[in-house]
């Protein structure tokens, strides 16, 4: 390629008032088509220059443009709505993808500078594969992990609350915890009630590995009735979810990063032992 | 798929055929794919990246729902 074109673009709108054209080529497009007094232009022109100039200077200095900002050491993860899987759900649900989820975390996990994760958890349900694929993840982190429950931590929503290091409720918070529910075309009936059953066996169990209920105690709430009115389960609020031991602690914000910090230390000093 | 939710399945699915209909469009930013809904000519909003940097699911500007600009490298 010869430098002709590469000349041509170097004039056009964006560039046509920098110091790089000084000498040949056309005349800018935003001076007058006149020719008569090309000496007087000039002047607007270091104006125009000057923003552009400190921009160069700074890449050139720093290697870049921003300048260093104060950086969390708390990686923050909000999952709202319906927790997309497999599906593409329409565009009425407010959802939470997790292709998206994972590599975060994975990059939370990998990156020196994040210490601590917190979860905060406003969903309504969703995927269970995607839902117990994001609860796994945050439950394998070598790094503290809290979750923060507000509003509602439904369905799917519950082992994602309890897979972390230490897990809070808001007051008002709930949970509804119910049976996992088939719906579309059954073929095979035993065959369907046993896959079914399964699924709800990783869930109830992971929950139980992951906090003080019980899996008796957990199924018993799944499965009790007179509570909802479109479906068995329990709908469990706040306290009730620490009282059953789902749930560590009844908090807010201020609690929840207290114990991160907290945590954070901890690890910090549990390296620091492994160091010496 | 089962999905485990508090909101009856009619009404996650409903308005399926509007996913159906979205169209999107793959660009490359280096190493990131991104899946663009087109919003206007040269520019779009961003529905998923794909990228082998975990890094870069941490960028603000990489995350879904941003909107990008692009343009073909011969049009500069």
Request: glycine share 8%; charged share 20%; aromatic share 6%.
């Amino acid at each position: 390629m010869s430098k002709q074109p590469y000349n041509q673009f170097l004039n056009k709108p964006p560039f046509a008032s920098t110091a790089l054209n000084n000498n040949k080529g056309p005349a800018p497009q935003s001076s007058p088509p006149e020719e008569q007094e090309p000496a007087v232009a000039p002047p607007e022109a270091p104006a125009q220059e000057d923003p552009k100039k400190k921009l160069l200077d700074s890449i050139t200095q720093l290697g870049q443009t921003n300048v260093p900002q104060l950086e969390s050491n708390i990686y923050c993860m909000t999952i709202i709505g319906q927790v997309e899987g497999h599906i593409q759900l329409p565009p009425q649900n407010k959802t939470t993808k997790y292709e998206h989820l994972i590599p975060q975390l994975v990059a939370a996990e990998q990156n020196n500078k994040i210490e601590g994760v917190l979860v905060i958890l406003n969903t309504v349900g969703g995927d269970v594969e995607a839902g117990l694929a994001i609860a796994e993840m945050v439950s394998s982190m070598s790094k503290p992990v809290v979750t923060l429950v507000l509003g509602g931590g439904h369905s799917i929503g519950v082992p994602i609350a309890v897979a972390g290091s230490y897990s809070f409720i808001a007051e008002t918070a709930t949970m509804t915890i119910h049976p996992i529910r088939l719906t579309g075309l059954v073929i095979g009936v035993p065959q369907t009630f046993e896959y079914l059953d399964k699924m709800q066996d990783r869930v109830v169990s992971f929950i139980a590995r992951h906090s003080n209920i019980s899996e008796e105690k957990f199924r018993e709430l799944m499965t009790r009735t007179g509570e909802l009115t479109r479906d068995i389960g329990t709908n469990v609020i706040g306290v009730d979810a620490v009282k059953y031991g789902l749930i560590d602690e009844v908090g807010g914000l201020g609690k929840a990063l207290k114990k991160l910090n907290e945590l954070i230390e901890k690890a910090r000093s549990g390296e620091e032992r492994v160091l010496q | 798929m089962i999905l485990y939710s508090i909101i009856p399945t009619e009404t996650v699915f409903a308005n399926m055929e509007q996913v159906e209909k979205q169209e999107l469009e793959e660009i490359t930013n280096g190493h990131a794919t991104m899946l663009v809904e087109r919003t206007g000519p040269y520019e779009g909003r961003i529905v998923r990246l794909i990228s082998p940097d975990p890094q870069d699911y941490l960028k603000p500007h990489y995350a879904p729902g941003q909107k990008v600009q692009f343009r073909p490298e011969w049009l500069v």
